[in-house]
């Protein structure tokens, strides 16, 4: 067997010889301990920093169970009781609980209440040793987190239901408008060029008619399900309305945003999604180098104004293809 620390038996001869160790370790490790005759369930010894920590004076209290049990909580004296009981009749029961008193002020003090029995020969449980731990300021820091984490959540349903599309999960255009805005005021700062696109799903009233509008709405969330493997991380993507999608391209020029555009529609053309086969989608683009003194909700404005210019164009003239705003131009003054 393992030798005995010569300390530990040290301290216990101390707290044999000098009553005021055992004093010492009960007050400066515990908020009280307690000691109660299972014979006499009446009588049960309460060290006096248990009930200071009520804000009762110790030398009003009789060391009675009746005391404590009249301050507790009464669903919480029911847990201790079915717990005591099960300590009883089964030693490797922990009797181990967090209950809740009342305090002389009326407040809530929690309590983590731990005991066990002392037996005699036989086994009987003939005393109960216990103490006592005070949580209730983690108790209450407790608290406050749930709370917080509670206004978090509520945060974000609020959020997610003013921003978010229902169907898609993306964001809608009132959440692409804010988020939008706060890109292009670093791209004010930065002096670096956007790109904006608008997307629309061809034909797509063909679709609901043809399908069924279940068959159309499983065809927009697999679509959106594209646009966010394919877009960037850095991108704002966002459902605009209907079959409609946004996207909003920070540091990203004329040529690149054609790439990247072409490739999601080179992507959806080629991919059977559910039951349709080569489903086609119009774009229109537009890019610009926001200046610093430029208005950025009229900015963004105009830049929606000539990517729907250009879509409108690619829709009226074969649909299924990618057509930026500066090319528009062009075509109109040829």
């Avoid at 074969?318 to 930026?324: D, L």
Wanted: net charge negative; proline share 2%; with cysteine.
């Amino acid at each position: 067997m393992k030798e005995e620390n010569y300390l530990k038996q040290e301290l216990y001869d101390l707290i044999k010889k000098d009553n005021s160790i055992f004093e010492f370790i009960q007050e400066s490790s515990l908020d009280g301990i307690w000691y109660w005759d299972l014979q006499n369930p009446e009588d049960e010894w309460m060290s006096p920093k248990f009930w200071k920590v009520l804000g009762y004076d110790p030398s009003s209290m009789e060391h009675k169970s009746s005391q404590w049990q009249d301050i507790i909580f009464e669903e919480d004296l029911k847990i201790a009781t079915e717990n005591f009981n099960k300590h009883l009749e089964d030693p490797n029961h922990e009797y181990d609980q967090i209950v809740r008193y009342k305090h002389k002020n009326g407040s809530t003090v929690w309590i983590r209440c731990r005991g066990m029995a002392i037996r005699d020969e036989n086994g009987k449980a003939i005393r109960m040793l216990g103490a006592h731990n005070d949580l209730t300021v983690i108790m209450e820091l407790r608290k406050k987190l749930d709370e917080k984490k509670d206004i978090e959540d509520a945060n974000k349903k609020l959020y997610k239901k003013a921003y978010e599309d229902y169907l898609t999960k993306l964001l809608n255009r009132r959440g692409f408008t804010k988020n939008a805005k706060y890109v292009i005021e670093l791209a004010k700062r930065d002096e670096t060029s956007l790109s904006l696109a608008l997307l629309d799903l061809d034909f797509f009233k063909k679709i609901n008619d043809t399908y069924g509008h279940a068959q159309g709405d499983e065809l927009l969330k697999a679509v959106s399900d594209i646009f966010l493997d394919t877009c960037r991380g850095s991108d704002i993507l966002a459902r605009y309305g209907g079959e409609e999608f946004i996207v909003l391209m920070p540091q990203t020029g004329k040529e690149e945003a054609i790439i990247a555009i072409e490739r999601i529609r080179l992507y959806i053309q080629n991919h059977e999604i559910g039951k349709i086969k080569n489903q086609t989608i119009s774009c229109g683009l537009t890019t610009f180098k926001p200046s610093k003194q430029i208005n950025t909700q009229e900015f963004l404005d105009n830049m929606i104004k000539d990517a729907d210019e250009a879509l409108y164009y690619v829709k009226n003239n074969g649909r299924n293809s990618v057509k930026h705003f500066s090319d528009l131009i062009r075509v109109k003054n040829t």
